[in-house]
């Protein structure tokens, strides 16, 4: 079992590009999500969903845009990347949305923004 | 939302028993209390999670006493592989509202 794989692993953009993080996870879960960690922080929240064709908002969304078109794939969009996105980002999935059980992480992608 | 509370760092030796107490005085009937366990250049891992009294994995035990605005999460005998970041999240309504803080990092020496 794969679990929840991201890529790319590394990147390295310059200001105004835009690109795309992918996620995918082979449990059939129907939460997925998309965290950023900065250095010395915890997780924020960006993006969420609850099923597929269902997304909404966490802490941190601006400058990120997500769709749910399969319960498999939950990719994160920069549209216009900015230094401030420079980050580690997380994927995570679980089988509900509510707080109760495991929630699964994949291994990072981690960005960076010239 | 119930806030926690707990310590930035620890430090530890390997074979020790380490305990890490996170404060929640603001924790509400339906919360969980779960912990997760992150290494450098990693996502976090799900330790163990919940409710009240106590419980326990094979990683390690959670203790919530009666009041359930604290809990410790226990680790027997580390080792120098537990060197990592411990997440104490508390919530019941759904993960789009728990919080990841600065968590505790924890160092054991040999």
């Given at each position: 079992n794969a679990g929840v794989t991201q890529t790319p692993k590394f990147q390295v953009l310059k200001t105004g590009q835009s690109m795309t993080l992918q996620c995918a996870q082979?449990?059939?879960?129907e939460y997925m999500s998309w965290y950023r960690q900065d250095p010395g922080m915890g997780l924020r929240l960006i993006h969420y969903s609850v099923g597929a064709g269902i997304t909404d908002q966490g802490e941190v969304p601006n400058g990120y845009n997500v769709s749910r078109s399969t319960t498999e794939d939950f990719p994160l969009r920069l549209l216009s990347a900015a230094p401030s996105q420079t980050s580690v980002y997380f994927c995570a999935s679980s089988?509900?949305?509510?707080?109760t059980g495991e929630l699964f992480f994949g291994e990072g992608s981690r960005l960076t923004v010239l | 939302l119930a806030k926690t509370t707990q310590p930035i760092s620890m430090d530890s030796y390997e074979g020790q028993e380490v305990n890490i107490t996170c404060s929640h005085?603001?924790?509400?009937?339906n919360d969980y209390i779960t912990w997760y366990q992150q290494f450098p250049s990693q996502g976090p891992r799900f330790i163990i999670q919940g409710y009240k009294t106590k419980v326990t994995n094979e990683v390690a035990s959670l203790f919530i006493p009666a009041d359930r605005k604290s809990s410790t999460l226990s680790l027997p005998?580390?080792?120098?592989?537990?060197t990592a970041v411990y997440y104490c999240l508390v919530g019941e309504t759904g993960y789009s509202t728990l919080t990841f803080g600065k968590g505790t990092m924890l160092l054991v020496s040999p």
């Open positions: 082979d449990m059939n879960h089988y509900s949305s509510g707080s | 005085n603001n924790i509400a009937t005998r580390v080792s120098l592989s537990d």
